[in-house]
């Protein structure tokens, strides 16, 4: 994962386009029409590569020499000639190609795949960074640049797009264009060989031109690499997606969700908004780059008639939204302001002959009231309060507010004046009441989705001490035995070691004693017949509510069982509740394995009430508390218990969530579990019948297994320096107060020593960026220290970033000024070269400023190696971290 030289696809000096005289090609005539006309100021070249034979045997290819070495070449030729051109414009200087929409005679798939490789290996060596094949091209306007097949040229903008889709890349540039919206950059990337979308996610989060993204992606080939990109970019960023499901989205026995469920989850977990319609899809890009930072769900409505208001009302009840009930205050005062003689109510019915000015004292009594977070007004036209005067009252009283407003403006012509006042004063826009509620209810998941962002699971049980002695023992044993399926055993021995219940019911060796185990279990029951030398059972019969029933049963079950298993010994019968004693129906809650993102937890009705309905759910795992009762809401399993259970049952699944999550975290052995039907009770869940799959693995992967890296809780020490006690410990979001606190204590000089100028405060934006990291990326490190009033305060801070490949980690530190001499930075800088070397990270790098004296004898203590840097004001410092290295 790198964005190393993307700048020379982004952001080039020159370009040269590469074609073939005996391959003609259209998309060579096109992308040199768009330079052209782009605006580009660097140089353009077109240059010819010509094939070549000696005697008549084989065939060269050469490309014709170049005066200037381009940044970026665009390969417009036959896709088997592709490796040649890349390999002869890397020896001469180039960093990025694109090999666009190529001729391929007749080439097989493993031709193909044969060919992309080639590919990779010539650019390998010379670092070029290649787009596609098959790419449309990439756009900037911000630079004239359009090395593109385009057919509109993208004026300039804040919003980047991102697609793996020509077609619809080529659309909604098309659509953008039409409405005016201009872009930072538009990008299509073709198969992704190379550049991938993590890689231009990655680019893009780091954009100064770049406040939004769009992305329309159908699938990505590596999980893990996706979502740390996807998270980073969501950080400060809106990212919307539009995805197009692919044929297969049922679920089965083995695979108990969709591939549409796990792109839902890992999106949901990525902070991002999934939109369904390329109609939406601008909308909610723009709203939700406007939005401000004051948003709330509970929504009131204000519309000048009764019909309006009711069908935006329904709209948001019918997807789950909530409407903001208006405080007495608030009712008292609207009446008095209205007099319409009934009491005004939310959504709020104004009358047909309301002035403009009522309007907006309407408008602004809605958003002083302290139970309404956000406010939709909803206009149609009037004789009584022209669409432009009201546009203009509501404008004025939006701006008089934190709150955010949406407005909505019914009609044809008459609304065109409201809808431009509107836009020219920043207040969302909108022409129909379903589509406000949509972009309402997407900006609402924006901000559930960016709260799970934030969500850092820890790689270590904080609430609960699992048995891992017991744990690991039934793994063990089984491991041992060499079975891939836990018995009931041992599978319960380990659910229970995660205090996830686990039930088990003595057998009943004849019918007296099924019924009397039937009566102490409590009707309904489901009875299980076994058979002799098995240690599950053959068939089963559900919601028996009577020893009749029990008998009739047993006859039926016998009777099938000698026909289908003539000679088989039935050894008893084996009894379990129908149904949870809390009324709630069972679930089924488990993991699958998935190959693209690993571990998926799933949560849905259980297999014999059909294992179908709204309430399948889907997560990524590591799960906390906050994350598993996200899950646990969605599903929905618990919305008709009574008010003052239904707070117990969610938390008691939540809870056997987390400890699955846990569980799947420390034992990298269990592949599978089946926990179906799940029982959830107040005081716990009970698993009624449970399987759980498991592999030998010959090396510890842990959370390497997941697509997202848990808190590393492990790294956490608790250390005494200096007669204080201090927790060093990874950073985490909630750092970022105690991160620019840091920041701020450090004196002019030492401020110039850390960031090379006078910066001594980063931006919002920045201290989220530098607490909200991907362990797997980069780690920082904080000295925290906790006063006498409960306060954390941060002394000190070491951060390392690695590069893709593992081989080169940059270290920065820094300690508050009052403190430097006494041997933090000391303490830091070694807890992060120990880290580093533990993850097999090969160099550890950094630079400092020639006048930073105590950064130079600090380095040479710890043995770094000391060389000046390129404009002599620096010094380079490089610690090898492997001792053949060091030799």
């Not at 896709?79 to 960093?95: E, F, K, N, V, W």
């Not at 008089?400 to 009609?411: I, Y």
């Not at 270290?811 to 580093?836: N, P, T």
Request: aromatic content about 4%; charged content about 25%; some cysteine.
């Amino acid at each position: 994962m790198t964005v190393r030289n993307l700048e020379f696809l982004f952001r080039p000096k020159s370009v040269a386009v590469v074609v073939e005289p005996d391959q003609p090609s259209r998309y060579a005539e096109v992308v040199l029409r768009n330079l052209a006309a782009g605006g580009f100021s660097g140089p353009v070249i077109s240059v010819a590569a010509k094939r070549r034979s000696l005697f008549g045997i084989g065939t060269h290819l050469r490309v014709d020499e170049l005066e200037v070495a381009p940044d970026l070449a665009i390969v417009c030729a036959a896709l088997g000639d592709a490796p040649q051109i890349i390999a002869q414009l890397g020896a001469r200087g180039t960093h990025a190609a694109i090999v666009g929409p190529s001729i391929r005679d007749k080439m097989t798939n493993s031709e193909v795949l044969e060919v992309r490789k080639a590919i990779l290996d010539a650019a390998r060596p010379h670092l070029i960074r290649v787009l596609g094949p098959g790419s449309a091209g990439v756009l900037v306007p911000a630079s004239g640049l359009n090395a593109s097949v385009a057919h509109v040229t993208a004026p300039r903008g804040k919003i980047a797009l991102v697609a793996q889709s020509t077609a619809i890349a080529a659309a909604v540039l098309d659509r953008a264009c039409s409405k005016g919206i201009g872009f930072s950059s538009v990008l299509h990337l073709g198969a992704g060989i190379d550049v991938d979308l993590a890689d231009v996610l990655d680019w893009l989060a780091a954009d100064p031109e770049t406040e939004a993204i769009l992305v329309q992606f159908d699938s990505v080939s590596v999980g893990r690499k996706f979502m740390s990109a996807a998270r980073a970019a969501a950080r400060n960023k809106p990212v919307v997606a539009i995805r197009g499901a692919r044929v297969e989205t049922r679920r089965s026995a083995d695979r108990p969700f969709s591939t549409d469920d796990i792109y839902e989850a890992a999106l949901r977990r990525a902070g991002w908004v999934r939109i369904d319609t390329l109609e939406d899809l601008f909308d909610a890009a723009e709203a939700m780059a406007r939005v401000r930072p004051r948003f709330g769900e509970r929504l009131a409505i204000v519309a000048n008639g009764h019909g309006l208001g009711r069908i935006a009302a329904d709209a948001l009840l019918r997807s789950g939204g909530r409407l903001a009930t208006l405080s007495k205050e608030t009712v008292e005062q609207l009446d008095r302001l209205l007099r319409t003689g009934s009491p005004p109510s939310n959504p709020l019915a104004l009358p047909a002959d309301i002035t403009p000015a009522n309007w907006a004292a309407a408008l602004t009594a809605v958003l002083a009231d302290r139970e309404t977070d956000t406010v939709l007004t909803v206009y149609s036209p009037s004789a009584f309060a022209p669409s432009a005067d009201v546009a203009t009252a509501i404008c004025k009283a939006a701006q008089d507010t934190k709150r955010n407003v949406f407005t909505c403006w019914v009609g044809g012509n008459a609304m065109r004046e409201a809808q431009q006042i509107a836009a020219a004063h920043g207040v969302l826009s909108h022409d129909s009441p379903e589509k406000a509620i949509a972009i309402f209810l997407g900006i609402v998941n924006y901000v559930r989705n960016r709260e799970l962002l934030v969500e850092m699971p820890p790689s270590v049980a904080e609430d609960f001490t699992p048995d891992l002695a017991a744990a690991r023992s039934a793994l063990a044993e089984a491991i041992d035995a060499g079975l891939d399926t836990l018995p009931a055993r041992l599978a319960r021995r380990l659910l229970q070691a995660y205090g996830i219940g686990a039930a088990e019911y003595p057998l009943a060796g004849s019918i007296d004693a099924a019924i009397r185990s039937a009566d102490k279990i409590g009707y309904p029951v489901d009875l299980a017949l076994v058979l002799a030398n098995t240690d599950g059972h053959e068939a089963a019969a559900a919601g028996l509510r009577s020893p009749a029933d029990i008998h009739i049963a047993v006859r039926g079950l016998r009777s099938s069982t000698r026909a289908q298993r003539p000679g088989r010994r039935v050894s008893g019968y084996r009894l379990r509740p129908s149904a949870a004693r809390s009324g709630i129906a069972a679930l089924r809650l488990g993991v699958a394995d998935d190959p693209v993102f690993g571990p998926v937890i799933f949560l849905r009705p259980a297999s014999a009430a059909g294992g179908r309905g709204e309430g399948s759910v889907a997560a990524l795992p590591p799960l906390n508390l906050a994350l598993a009762q996200d899950l646990v809401t969605r599903s929905r399993f618990a919305e008709k218990a009574p008010g003052n259970e239904r707070a117990a049952l969610e938390s008691a699944a939540a809870t056997a969530l987390v400890r699955l999550s846990q569980l799947l975290t420390d034992i990298d052995e269990v592949i599978g579990v089946e926990l179906d039907p799940l029982h959830v009770e107040i005081s716990g869940v009970v698993a009624q019948d449970f399987r759980i799959r498991i592999k030998k693995r010959e090396r510890k992967f842990g959370f390497r297994r997941f697509a997202i890296r848990p808190y590393p809780k492990e790294l956490e020490q608790h250390v005494n320096w200096d007669g204080r006690k201090l927790l060093i410990r990874p950073i985490r979001p909630e750092d970022e107060t105690t991160l620019g606190d840091l920041l701020n204590s450090l004196e002019p000089e030492d401020a110039r020593m850390r960031f090379f100028g006078t910066m001594r405060s980063l931006p919002r934006s920045q201290l989220a960026r530098f607490t909200q990291i991907d362990y797997d990326r980069e780690m920082a490190l904080v000295a925290i220290e906790r006063g006498s009033d409960g306060v954390e305060r941060s002394l000190g801070e070491v951060r390392a970033v690695v590069d893709s490949e593992n081989i080169v980690a940059d270290f920065a530190v820094v300690v508050r000024s009052e403190l430097k001499g006494k041997g933090l930075g000391r303490l830091l800088l070694q807890s992060i070269i120990d880290y580093s070397r533990s993850r097999g990270t090969r160099e550890l790098r950094g630079e400092t400023l020639a006048g930073n004296l105590r950064m130079l004898h600090l380095a040479q203590d710890l043995r770094f190696k000391l060389k000046t840097g390129a404009d002599m004001r620096t010094v380079d410092l490089r610690l090898p971290l492997r001792e053949h290295e060091e030799a």
